[in-house]
């Protein structure tokens, strides 16, 4: 009887180490698993940051594109006001002197 009590203690004992070495696993496992939550939420605030620095230059550029046409369109009105003062300037009989 002896030998079958020793057998299963022996049994038992191996048993609970794999329970241990089952238990230390997970418990490794969700150590990882928390860390590469933390990292991931660290990713996705970076992603989500770069995402609304992106939009604001893409309203920046927008803003200035129109404010560029509105100068050239400023400076079309302008050039063609002084084209047409020029001709009014050069219709002027002047006298010679």
């Given at each position: 009887?002896?030998?079958?009590?020793?057998?299963?203690?022996?049994?038992?004992?191996?048993l609970?180490?794999?329970?241990?070495?089952?238990?230390?696993?997970?418990?490794?496992?969700?150590r990882?698993?928390?860390?590469?939550?933390?990292?991931?939420?660290?990713?996705e605030?970076?992603?989500?940051?770069?995402?609304?620095?992106?939009?604001?230059?893409r309203?920046?550029?927008?803003?200035l594109?129109?404010?560029?046409?509105?100068?050239?369109?400023?400076?079309?009105?302008?050039?063609?006001r002084?084209?047409?003062?020029l001709?009014?300037v050069?219709?002027m009989?002047?006298?010679?002197s």
């Amino acid at each position: 009887m002896n030998a079958i009590r020793e057998d299963e203690d022996d049994v038992l004992a191996r048993l609970e180490a794999r329970i241990e070495a089952a238990v230390r696993l997970v418990s490794s496992l969700t150590r990882e698993k928390a860390e590469f939550d933390s990292r991931l939420r660290a990713l996705e605030a970076e992603r989500d940051e770069a995402a609304a620095e992106a939009h604001a230059a893409r309203e920046e550029a927008e803003r200035l594109r129109e404010e560029n046409e509105q100068l050239r369109a400023r400076q079309k009105e302008a050039f063609a006001r002084l084209k047409a003062l020029l001709e009014q300037v050069e219709q002027m009989e002047l006298p010679e002197s």
